[in-house]
């Protein structure tokens, strides 16, 4: 999957999903990525060079994308508190978010009052839209 550009991480996912498709009936379209923080920017990476596998990408306050491709056409949930301090959203998900819609991805974004964090609230949108059919 990172073919090495994302370092031991990727490998390691690589790994698990063969494992995971060799011994469970898996439905491809449900297959998704997701991340908090720097795990949030390995998802949307991952999730944009890999969108023939991951149908869906959930990315909770990200810092940045770095794809080594664009493959598929990958669903996107991106949350960001309006008052992070860690990764400041303005530098951020404001500029990444409309990246990806400019693009044609369809995002779902949620900014909220807080830091960094994800509400509870947030996480169950987030888990509601990934249990939703996809349309």
Do not use: Q
Not at 29 to 50: E, M
Not at 99 to 114: C, H, K, N, S, T
């Amino acid at each position: 999957m990172g073919r090495g550009r994302y370092g031991p991480d990727a490998a390691a996912l690589d790994v698990a999903l063969e494992k995971v498709f060799s011994s469970h009936a898996v439905d491809p379209a449900r297959v998704a990525v997701g991340g908090y923080s720097d795990g949030a920017s390995y998802a949307l990476s991952l999730g944009l060079s890999n969108g023939d596998l991951f149908t869906r990408v959930l990315a909770f306050s990200p810092g940045f994308v770095a794809p080594a491709s664009r493959v598929g056409s990958p669903r996107f949930f991106v949350s960001h508190g309006t008052r992070d301090g860690w990764l400041p959203i303005d530098m951020c998900s404001r500029r990444i978010v409309p990246d990806l819609e400019r693009a044609g991805y369809e995002v779902r974004y949620r900014e909220f009052e807080g830091g960094h964090v994800v509400p509870p609230g947030i996480g169950r949108e987030a888990v509601e839209w990934l249990c939703s059919p996809l349309g």
